[in-house]
């Protein structure tokens, strides 16, 4: 069974920076896409960033490209989302997933694994 464990989550002014870290277990890191979305309160779940299993493509939100990377590192089982200029409008619980590494679909929640989440809250 595919367990994703999040970490890196935590408090942050405006401008500054955070690295979200997610590690797969139970399964082989390479089968899967791995992807980050977030949701802010009364809001619906959002695409955040993916990446293939090669770590050679990587597709982003409009919202936060140029700002966010999303990479893999694949002999440690670990995808990262760092995140640079943070604003206000960031702040959400931020969700890593995995799913099959073939298919057309990156943005969409048709993702097979989800972690708990880690809260990112930025201030102003």
């Known amino acids: 069974q595919v367990q994703l464990v999040e970490s890196g989550g935590g408090l942050v002014q405006a401008g500054g920076s955070l690295r979200l870290s997610c590690v797969l277990s139970?399964?082989?890191?390479?089968?899967?896409?791995m992807g980050w979305f977030r949701q802010a309160p009364e809001k619906e779940r959002e695409f955040v960033a993916a990446?293939?299993?090669?770590?050679?493509?990587?597709v982003y939100a409009d919202s936060v490209k140029g700002r966010f990377t999303i990479s893999r590192h694949n002999s440690e089982n670990t995808v990262y989302l760092q995140m640079n200029s943070l604003k206000p409008e960031d702040t959400a619980v931020y969700y890593c997933?995995?799913?099959?590494?073939?298919?057309?679909?990156?943005?969409?929640?048709?993702?097979?694994?989800w972690g708990q989440g880690t809260q990112v809250a930025v201030s102003s």
């Open positions: 990446i293939s299993w090669s770590g050679d493509t990587t």
């Open positions: 139970g399964r082989t890191f390479v089968e899967y896409r």
């Open positions: 997933a995995a799913k099959p590494r073939f298919g057309n679909n990156w943005s969409g929640l048709e993702y097979t694994y």
